[in-house]
């Protein structure tokens, strides 16, 4: 292995698919050896009953130039994450990255739905794949990541802290997760900047996900064929965009410099000067904001 993160290792709590496949993927496009985990496997499929499968994502690590080892971990469960931990110290001895991805709430929230009429169930159960794990993770990993100075956490979530501060997003319980894990990461800046490492919370823009482009009944290669009924998705991004952004993180000897902030995508890709596969550099949060929540025609030009 060679790159910029030969000898670093990482774990990507979270790494079945979307931005997490895409954070793995970059991170072994830069050297790293990168442990991706998951609730499905090729021997069992998670609720989502979903193809992708952390195997799949930790041979398209090999393959980018790093090395990826699948382990299952269910991340609600703090003894499987115990185990995860232990296994990378016994086998690695060290953490440098850690990247908690782990959602699972696509098919749990209720757009534009009132908290009472919202199923509760379903609100909690998002509330607690959206949080719980993520601290769960967090709990177990940090003393690994603090053995060498250094270490960086990314806490990944949907909007910037300035756009999710004055935007409802989609519904109560929804909202509350995406801004939860926001505030997280300012709480880790603190607790781990004295002791050497770095937190960011970090957002990608309109993701290209796989479930994404299924429900637009598109894939990555005709994707602009949806623009003629969701004409915003013009400002997309593949998921492989926010990974070079961890990537460039990791990479960077002065990445203390963002301890404790809201980051995305578009505007470290500004600082870092990385681009997206096809070449291009989308600021989707600028674009939300200054485009398609002002209520102007889409038109991606000058975002891109």
Do not use: C
């Given at each position: 292995m060679s790159g910029p993160l030969k000898d670093k290792v990482a774990l990507v709590a979270g790494a079945t698919r979307g931005a997490g496949r895409g954070v793995a993927v970059e991170l072994g496009a830069a050297g790293a050896t990168v442990y991706v985990t998951g609730r499905t496997t090729?021997?069992?499929?998670?609720?989502?009953?979903?193809?992708?499968?952390?195997?799949?994502?930790?041979?398209?690590?090999t393959a980018a130039g790093g090395r990826g080892i699948a382990v299952p971990t269910d991340h609600l469960v703090p003894s499987e994450v115990r185990t995860l931990v232990d296994r990378i110290a016994d086998?690695?001895?060290?953490?440098?990255?850690?990247?908690?991805?782990?959602?699972?709430?696509?098919r749990l929230?209720?757009?534009?739905?009132?908290?009472?009429?919202?199923?509760?169930d379903n609100?909690?159960?998002?509330?607690?794949?959206?949080?719980?794990?993520?601290a769960i993770t967090s709990h177990h990993a940090l003393p690994l990541l603090l053995r060498r100075p250094g270490g960086l956490v990314v806490e990944m979530t949907d909007g910037t802290a300035e756009y999710n501060a004055?935007?409802?997003?989609?519904?109560?319980?929804?909202?509350?997760?995406?801004?939860?894990?926001?505030?997280?990461?300012?709480?880790?800046?603190?607790?781990?900047?004295?002791?050497?490492?770095?937190?960011?919370?970090?957002?990608?823009?309109?993701?290209?996900s796989e479930m994404m482009l299924e429900n637009f009944g598109v894939t990555e290669d005709n994707w602009r064929d949806a623009l003629?009924?969701?004409?915003?998705?013009?400002?997309?991004?593949?998921?492989?965009?926010?990974?070079?952004a961890v990537a460039a993180?990791?990479?960077?000897?002065?990445?203390?410099?963002?301890?404790?902030?809201?980051?995305?995508?578009?505007?470290?890709?500004?600082?870092?000067?990385?681009?997206?596969?096809?070449?291009?550099?989308?600021?989707?949060?600028?674009?939300l904001a200054e485009v398609q929540d002002a209520g102007k025609p889409a038109d991606a030009t000058g975002y891109r």
């Open positions: 090729r021997e069992r499929r998670s609720e989502y009953d979903r193809p992708e499968t952390i195997e799949d994502t930790a041979d398209l690590v086998e690695q001895g060290r953490l440098d990255v850690l990247v908690n991805d782990v959602w699972g709430g696509e929230f209720e757009w534009d739905t009132p908290v009472w009429e919202h199923d509760l609100g909690l159960r998002l509330l607690r794949l959206g949080i719980e794990t993520h004055a935007t409802y997003r989609v519904s109560f319980f929804y909202d509350l997760a995406k801004s939860a894990v926001l505030r997280m990461a300012f709480a880790l800046g603190r607790e781990l900047g004295p002791r050497g490492a770095t937190a960011v919370a970090l957002t990608p823009g309109w993701l290209r003629e009924r969701v004409p915003h998705f013009g400002i997309s991004e593949t998921p492989f965009y926010v990974g070079r993180l990791a990479a960077d000897p002065e990445r203390a410099r963002w301890n404790g902030e809201s980051l995305s995508s578009g505007g470290l890709a500004r600082t870092y000067g990385f681009t997206d596969r096809d070449g291009s550099r989308p600021d989707a949060w600028r674009y």
